[in-house]
């Protein structure tokens, strides 16, 4: 198993297949999940002949169960301790939900300073703030995050069941073909983690602006989201992203859940690999 150790003593844990000499795809794995989410982009882009390389963030998957740094100033540093140790250049970087503002961040401040970044895709992503603010009136009340924390704290293990089963991949709607399988991976993942760094990011994944995070970001930009995501409302994330990156494309997919990286893998790996080779 691989691991790096973060300047403030936390081991990440990371996987790191194919060519060394080939364009390395680095993936941000969403809240409270592990980099084997990724499963079906990975085998995908590996086949295609890239280099793919996905960690799990603090307190998540395999990397340490550390009891703080759960925000995204520390998931950020931690995504570029990885980039750092492996010197991937001219890397394209894909985040789903949560991991959409760790890229958002790890590029604004680290990859596009450095020059390690090419490209970037922004899935179904939580920025620029999903949280209703007196400036951001029509955000997420922070009730609904309260009862997140408030579900967690009470029973973790059947609340990462009610979730899995389903707003995220949409298994809750009429005719929605529900995949046992696919319910149980999400849960094995999410009970890998702690359950303090799961609490604690409920408010970062929330509760962070990255206004200026998405107004830094230059590198040539996908921006993809499923207008039935029922746990980040596309109207507060893909359609304002789209406006603050500066160079940005931005794509809707009609009925797609939250999850749709792995619902409908088969659809969107090939649109992906489309705008990496545009």
């Not at 198993?1 to 000499?21: A, H, L, N, R, Y």
């Not at 540093?77 to 789903?96: M, P, R, W």
């Not at 609490?199 to 107004?215: H, W």
């Amino acid at each position: 198993m691989s691991f790096v150790t973060t300047k403030d003593g936390v081991e990440i844990f990371f996987k790191d297949w194919g060519p060394k000499s080939a364009q390395p795809i680095v993936f941000h794995h969403g809240w409270p999940l592990s980099s084997d989410d990724w499963d079906a982009q990975m085998l995908f882009f590996l086949c295609q002949g890239f280099r793919v390389v996905a960690h799990d963030r603090r307190g998540h998957g395999r990397s340490t169960q550390v009891g703080d740094g759960h925000d995204m100033d520390h998931y950020a540093a931690d995504a570029s301790a990885v980039t750092a140790h492996l010197n991937l250049k001219n890397a394209i970087h894909i985040g789903h939900s949560t991991g959409g503002g760790e890229v958002a961040r790890y590029v604004a401040r680290y990859g596009q300073p450095q020059g390690r970044v090419a490209k970037a895709v922004l899935v179904s992503a939580v920025p620029p703030l999903m949280l209703k603010t007196e400036k951001k009136t029509d955000g997420t009340p922070i009730e609904v995050f309260d009862g997140l924390r408030k579900a967690l704290a009470a029973n973790r293990a059947q609340f990462f069941l009610d979730v899995a089963s389903g707003p995220f991949y949409g298994f809750n709607r009429p005719g929605a073909k529900v995949s046992q399988g696919v319910i149980d991976n999400w849960w094995r993942q999410g009970m890998m983690g702690g359950a303090d760094a799961h609490y604690e990011g409920i408010k970062a994944f929330s509760e962070t602006d990255q206004t200026d995070d998405l107004k830094a970001i230059s590198v040539p930009t996908l921006v993809i989201q499923g207008d039935d995501d029922q746990v980040v409302p596309y109207r507060d994330a893909a359609a304002l992203q789209v406006k603050l990156i500066k160079n940005s494309k931005l794509k809707i997919y009609p009925g797609y859940p939250h999850g749709m990286l792995t619902t409908h893998a088969d659809v969107i790996n090939p649109d992906i690999l489309a705008f990496i080779k545009s």
